[in-house]
């Protein structure tokens, strides 16, 4: 018997297989991914076949900065309603102050050296025009007996009975002696001039403290009100001195006009 040797038949060449599973896992990933979602390819490989390993993002739209947004019509609106209030409140301002200036409260200087040492010239006091009853010892600006402005102490009233001067060269209201020390300029008397008035009712008896430099109800005794202003010429009640700001002080009533009855 023959033996024949046993040749292998020629096949032919296969060709060469790229592994595909990658592509698959990728499209599978697409299929189940969202719209707008982000795929990342599985592998190496995946990633030479496609030439790109992820998937870009969809850009968002930019959001304008606050400085870049334009106002709208609601937002020019709200700005001239704030114009209009502010308008308001400063003519409101405006109209309380002249309103107060005018019934209220006024500001006087001091032109001469009658009320020496209390007040000095060219200083600043506060008035309060709405005086009611006044009083003994107060300052007040009045409408004086030429129809000049002028500051003064009133030292009586209607019905008082002032008179110069008793044993000890002191004023008395009423029989009460006052002590003037506290706003009697240091170097003046009481009063160097002798009188003896009873007030009318209405009126009032008013004198400087700088009593050697003051023109004040002594100089008019001999008219026919004795020398005495009528309240209904009182401007006001000199309650402050504001000016200059080294003497900035209040005006009170001194303590001696207590004891007057």
């Not at 008397?189 to 004198?207: A, H, I, N």
């Not at 026919?224 to 009528?230: M, N, V």
Request: proline content about 7%.
């Amino acid at each position: 018997m023959s033996v024949t040797e046993d040749k292998p038949e020629p096949h032919e060449p296969v060709p060469a297989q790229h592994n595909a599973e990658p592509a698959v896992q990728a499209a599978a990933a697409r299929a189940a991914a969202g719209p707008g979602d982000t795929v990342k390819a599985g592998g190496a490989a995946a990633g030479e076949a496609t030439g790109s390993a992820e998937l870009a993002e969809p850009a968002e739209p930019a959001t304008p900065d606050a400085g870049d947004r334009q106002d709208g019509p609601g937002a020019k609106g709200k700005k001239k309603s704030s114009w209009r209030e502010s308008i308001v409140l400063v003519l409101v301002g405006v109209l309380a102050a002249v309103l107060v200036r005018l019934f209220v409260l006024d500001s006087f200087y001091i032109p001469s050296e009658s009320m020496e040492d209390t007040l000095l010239i060219n200083d600043r006091v506060v008035v309060n025009r709405i005086t009611g009853d006044i009083g003994r010892g107060e300052v007040v600006v009045f409408k004086g007996w030429d129809g000049t402005t002028l500051i003064k102490r009133v030292i009586g009233v209607g019905g008082d009975k002032v008179k110069c001067c008793d044993a000890k060269g002191r004023i008395t209201v009423n029989g009460v002696p006052l002590n003037e020390e506290s706003y009697l300029n240091p170097q003046d008397y009481p009063s160097q001039e002798k009188f003896d008035v009873t007030v009318p009712e209405g009126r009032l008896w008013l004198m400087g403290d700088h009593r050697a430099a003051s023109e004040d109800s002594r100089a008019f005794k001999g008219d026919r009100d004795h020398g005495t202003i009528s309240t209904g010429d009182v401007i006001g009640r000199a309650f402050a001195l504001y000016w200059p700001l080294s003497r900035i002080t209040m005006l009170p009533v001194p303590e001696t006009f207590a004891k007057v009855r």
